[in-house]
Antibody, heavy 125, light 107 residues
Framework: QVQLQESGPGLVKPSETLSLTCIVSGGSINNYYWSWIRQPPGKGLEWIGYTYYSGATNYNPSLKSRVTISVDTSNNQFSLRLSAVTAADTAVYYC???????????????????WGQGTLVIVSS | DIQMTQSPSSLSASVGDRVTITCQASQDISKYLNWYQQKPGKAPKLLIYGASNVETRVPSRFSGGGSGTDFSLTISSLQPEDIATYYCQQYDNFPVTFGGGTKVEIK
């Protein structure tokens, strides 16, 4: 059974860059999409973006100007960088796996079938 | 963005009751709809994918249906361990979007 584990600072200062890593164990990072999702305290889920193992990415337009998701296949991990953070970026950040779904000649990530436990990141000075 | 509207936002039911949660998309998403269960302090867990396919090891009391813009998640006989918030999610168009959630409690 694949396991995902987020790691990174739990406190980030406003205007700085939030950096998180998700380590994938018990399975290969190859042939899947890998995503970041966040959840502000007491609120719903927001998709941040995902990367294919090849390095191709797709981001939520609401965050696109500040987000970078990268993959490191040699170490079976992927990362999130979110720049110029504000208090509104305070949330639990989850990493998740998506199997590849293909239809009509196009392929993309379908559903989040494995999740990390989540890590709370607070933006505060 | 495709808006996903869940109803009700919360419900209270008795053990053994049949419970149905609905999710409406702001445009046709065919069957590109998933359902997740989130217990307090835990990550979401996939229940249903492709509108009606039950994920491996999910109890058979959970089922999903619908297509186009209207979808439903049904718990045929509510159990105490089903207390959670349930979210729908579409993957027909980017960005991927989630519904606002339905909190299920025991009466």
């Amino acid at each position: 059974q694949v396991q995902l584990q987020e790691s990174g600072p739990g406190l980030v200062k406003p205007s700085e860059t939030l950096s998180l890593t998700c380590i994938v164990s018990g399975g290969s990072i190859n042939n899947y999409y890998w995503s970041w999702i966040r959840q502000p305290p007491g609120k719903g889920l927001e998709w941040i973006g995902y990367t294919y193992y090849s390095g191709a990415t797709n981001y939520n337009p609401s965050l696109k100007s500040r987000v970078t998701i990268s993959v490191d296949t040699s170490n079976n991990q992927f990362s999130l960088r979110l720049s110029a953070v504000t208090a509104a970026d305070t949330a639990v950040y989850y990493c998740a796996r998506l199997p590849r779904y293909c239809s009509g000649g196009s392929c993309w990530g379908g559903y989040f079938d494995n999740w990390g436990q989540g890590t709370l990141v607070i933006v505060s000075s | 963005d495709i808006q996903m509207t869940q109803s009700p936002s919360s419900l209270s039911a008795s053990v053994g009751d049949r419970v149905t949660i609905t999710c409406q998309a702001s445009q046709d998403i065919s069957k590109y709809l998933n359902w997740y269960q989130q217990k307090p302090g835990k990550a979401p867990k996939l229940l249903i994918y492709g509108a009606s396919n039950v994920e491996t090891r999910v109890p058979s009391r959970f089922s999903g249906g619908g297509s186009g813009t209207d979808f439903s998640l049904t718990i045929s006989s509510l159990q105490p361990e089903d207390i959670a918030t349930y979210y729908c999610q579409q993957y027909d168009n980017f960005p991927v979007t989630f519904g606002g959630g339905t909190k299920v409690e025991i009466k």
